[in-house]
C-alpha cells in the first residue's frame, strides 16, 4: 500500500509540474508534441545566431510513474525549438538519450523536478541528471552551437560523487566528494547533437 501511495503521488506531483511547464510554452510548441507526451521541463534562451528565442523541451509519457519499477522505461526527449521570422517555432533537432529515464536514477528520478535541468546561455546549453538518495551524483552535459554547421555539438560532460564520511568526528560532514571526471569534446571528433548517446560518456 505505501509503495501504490508514494507512486500515486509521484504521479500527481508529475501532473502538476507538467500543466505548469506546458502553461510557460508557445501553443505552436505544444502543437509540435508526439501523441501521448506531455511537458516535462522547457527552457527559453539563444541556442543559435539568429537573436531570435529558442526553446529546449524536455517531454514524458503521461503514465511515467509506472514506469519507475519496471526495466523498460520510456524515454524521455529532449526537443530543440529554433524560433521563426513569422514568429513560430521549428522543432530542428530531437535527442532521446540525454535526459536519463525516471529509473535510470537508482532509488530515485534522476530529472524528477526539472527546475534545474536545462540552463542555456551564450549558445550553449546544459543537461543536468542528478540524484540525491541512496547515491548523489550529478551529470552535467554541455553543447555548443557551431555557426558553419548550422548544428549544436557536444562541448563537456561533467560527472560529480559523493560518498558518505567515514571519520567519527561529530562536526564532519556527512558527505564528502567521491571524485569528478570531466569528459571533453575538444581536440576529437565532432559529436552532434542527435547522435549523442549516455554511453559516450564513460
Known sequence: MKIKT????????????????ADSLPKNILAQLPPGYEVLSSEKGLLDDDQLADYLVVIHVRNEAAYARKEAAPAR?????????????????????????????????????????????????????????????????????????????????????????????????VLIPGGVSVKSGKGKPVLLFEKYRNEEMY
Open 6 to 21: 508514494l507512486l500515486s503521488t509521484a504521479a500527481l506531483l508529475a501532473s502538476v509540474q507538467a500543466i505548469a511547464a
Open 77 to 173: 526527449p529532449l526537443l530543440l525549438f529554433t524560433g521563426q521570422p513569422d514568429g513560430s517555432y521549428k522543432l530542428t533537432r530531437r535527442n532521446d538519450h540525454v535526459v536519463l529515464k525516471i529509473n535510470e536514477g537508482g532509488q530515485c528520478d534522476p530529472f524528477e523536478d526539472g527546475e534545474d535541468g536545462l540552463a542555456i546561455k551564450d549558445h550553449y546549453f546544459t543537461i543536468q541528471n542528478g540524484v540525491a538518495c541512496g547515491q548523489h551524483w550529478t551529470w552535467y552535459i554541455t553543447f555548443k552551437y557551431a555557426p558553419k554547421l548550422r548544428d549544436w555539438v557536444f562541448h563537456k560532460a561533467i560527472s560529480e560523487s559523493w560518498v558518505m564520511n567515514p571519520s567519527n568526528d561529530p562536526n564532519a560532514d
